[in-house]
């Protein structure tokens, strides 16, 4: 997964932290679902 994504969290970390690389892990059984490994975040990406 690549970090050109952001997570639209606004109490995520990352959205405050701007030298925090994005990252996400793949979401099993949901299609183009992803969580943000720093807030749980679920999120669709395409
Ligand atoms: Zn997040």
Redesign the pocket.
Same mark, same amino acid.
């Given at each position: 997964m690549d970090n050109n994504y952001k /997570?639209n969290?606004p109490k995520?970390?990352?959205t405050t932290e701007k030298y925090i690389h994005q990252k996400f892990t793949k979401i099993k059984n949901k299609e183009d679902m992803y969580r /943000?490994i720093? /807030?749980d975040?679920e999120q669709r990406i395409k």
């Open positions: /997570c969290n995520c970390i990352t /943000c720093y /807030c975040h």
